[in-house]
């Protein structure tokens, strides 16, 4: 049902390079901008606050943003052994009363706080790049020629865009 969102071809991984600009302060960001309820862990995004923001803690706040963004910047650049990132990846359920009147409830799921944070450095690094990818693809389906693509492509993106269509025409 879902084969055609998935990308086709083989996988490489994106170079390190590209979460180089992931550092302690993109960590401090993303730590100080998430909010929530607490994952399995039971630090709720206060208590990460606390820990990564605060100045209660001297250079160990620092130090800890530091170890996440090299965390962030291996987690996103290389393979990892899932089973390795279960306690990263892990949720906690609840359940939330449907509100029908039959006394139904239905299960979701919080996840960990420090997964948040460092979704939200990645996302912040690479919103750009997601959105324009997205905006090609669904033109893409939406158009039949795609030489009509390219009056939608911002000129700072254009040739990377005719690349992208290029190879994806290719191959």
Known sequence: M???AVL???HLPP?????HPIDAQAIYLAAKNTNGAAGPSGIDADGWKRFLCSRSFGKETENLCSAIADFTRKVASENQNPEHLSPFTASRLIPLDKGDGNQSVRPI???EVLRRIVGKSIIKLLKNDVAHVAIIKAIVGC???RV???RYIPHSNLEA???YLYNDIVY
Do not use: E, H, K, R
Request: no cysteine; proline share 9%; net charge negative.
């Open 148 to 150: 009509d693509l390219i």
């Open 109 to 111: 799921g919080i996840g």
């Open 2 to 4: 879902f084969d055609d």
């Open 143 to 145: 158009t039949a020629n």
């Open 8 to 10: 086709q071809g083989p």
């Open 15 to 19: 170079p390190a390079v590209t979460y």
């Open 161 to 163: 865009s005719i690349n």
